[in-house]
């Protein structure tokens, strides 16, 4: 399997596996997952910061007019970023607004979460207290 794949296009976004993806994040790279707060709380890669880029709402889910402004209260545009989300749709669209917002090292996990999990590597849960 390819370890890096770029598209074609305007925006070059690098797509990299899960395993190249763990390797960046040992080498320091910062983990933004798009995830909604949600699917962030039922699991999510060890250390990552989440800013959902769209939100669920009754009438399906809408982009977060915010998400540019959030990142950027968070990361620096010369950080090296590993994007992910659920499968790696959301997150490959959140890479494009990054780059077009001037992020230098931005990089797309491809899989997202459910790719990470079946990989086997090491994720976090948050605990909720259940009350009787």
């Not at 399997?1 to 040992?26: C, F, P, R, Y």
């Not at 798009?34 to 959902?52: L, Q, S």
Request: proline share 2%.
């Amino acid at each position: 399997m390819e370890s890096v794949k770029k598209s074609s296009g305007a925006e070059e976004v690098i797509t990299v596996d899960v395993q190249t993806a763990k390797d960046l994040l040992n080498l320091g790279h910062r983990y933004l997952d798009v995830r909604t707060e949600e699917e962030f709380k039922n699991g999510h890669v060890e250390n990552a910061c989440n800013i959902a880029y769209m939100f669920n709402t009754p009438k399906g889910r809408v982009k977060n007019p915010k998400f540019i402004d959030q990142v950027l209260a968070l990361c620096a545009k010369e950080d090296n970023i590993l994007v992910g989300c659920q499968s790696g749709v959301r997150s490959v669209y959140a890479t494009i607004d990054l780059i077009n917002s001037e992020y230098k090292h931005v990089y797309n996990m491809g899989g997202g979460y459910i790719a990470w999990v079946g990989t086997g590597f090491a994720v976090t849960k948050e605990h909720r207290n259940v009350e009787l």
